[in-house]
C-alpha cells in the first residue's frame, strides 16, 4: 500500500447476482480502512440491479447492467471479467492506475481474474457470503473477507490462511484417572521374584 501522503488506490468490483445487497456497508467500509476507494463497478441483470437500489445510490456505485437469455446464463461473469481486464490494461498504461481489487463474489468462477490481476502486482481482495464459498475462491485471492453482518463494519487485512500442514496439533487430553493411576501404581513382583526373595536366609548370628 502508498504512503501517508499517497493512499492506495482501491477499485470495488461487485456481482450483484452472487451478493446479497445487506452487505454493501460491509463492503465499503472495508475498502475505505485499506484506502480511496476510486473505482466501484456493480454487474448484473435488471432484477439483480434492481435490488441493489439503495446501495447504489448510497455508494455512488456504477451500474454495467447485462441481459441474460435464460436464468442459465453467466453474462454478467463475463461483464465483470471483461471490466477487470480493461482495469488491468488502463493499470499498465498508467491510466486510472489502482494498487488493490474487491471482488466482492463467492463464485470461484472469479479464480483466474483473481491470479491474472496478482500476476501483474495488483492485490485481490475476495469477499463472499460465508456457506456459499467455493474452498477454490478464497485461494486465489490475496486474501479473503467472508462478509458477516455481525462483524465490525471496518475490518482490518485479514490474517493469511493457513494449510492444513500449518493447522496446529489438536493437544493431548489427559483423564484424572489416568493421571492418578500413572502416579500412584508401582509394579508388583513376578511369581519368580518373589519364589527368590523367600529363599534368601539371613546370615547366622555369631555365638560370644
Not at 84 to 105: G, H, Y
Request: aromatic content about 6%.
Amino acid at each position: 500500500m502508498k504512503g501517508k501522503y499517497m493512499p492506495a488506490k482501491i477499485a470495488v468490483l461487485i456481482d450483484a447476482e452472487n451478493v446479497d445487497p445487506s452487505y454493501a456497508q460491509q463492503i465499503f467500509s472495508y475498502a475505505r480502512s485499506l484506502g480511496e476507494v476510486t473505482i466501484r463497478e456493480i454487474y448484473g441483470a435488471g432484477i439483480s440491479l434492481n435490488e441493489w437500489a439503495d446501495p447504489i445510490f448510497e455508494n455512488t456505485i456504477q451500474p454495467k447492467f447485462t441481459l441474460r437469455p435464460n436464468r442459465f446464463k453467466n453474462s454478467s461473469d463475463i461483464a465483470l471479467t471483461i471490466g477487470a481486464m480493461e482495469m488491468l490494461f488502463n493499470s499498465r498504461t498508467e491510466k486510472n492506475m489502482v494498487d488493490a481489487v474487491i471482488i466482492a463474489s463467492s463464485d470461484s468462477d472469479f479464480s483466474p481474474v483473481a491470479f491474472h490481476l496478482r500476476a501483474a502486482g495488483i492485490d485481490v481482495i475476495g469477499m463472499g457470503e460465508p456457506g456459499r464459498i467455493n474452498p477454490m475462491w478464497p485461494k486465489a485471492c490475496t486474501e479473503f473477507v467472508p462478509l458477516d453482518h455481525n462483524a465490525s463494519l471496518v475490518r482490518r487485512r485479514a490474517p493469511p490462511l493457513q494449510t492444513q500442514d500449518a493447522s496446529p496439533m489438536p493437544a493431548q487430553v489427559t483423564s484424572p484417572l489416568q493421571s492418578v493411576t500413572e502416579q500412584t501404581v508401582t509394579a508388583l513382583p513376578t511369581q519368580e521374584e518373589a519364589q527368590l526373595a523367600s529363599t534368601v536366609q539371613t546370615p547366622p548370628e555369631q555365638e560370644n
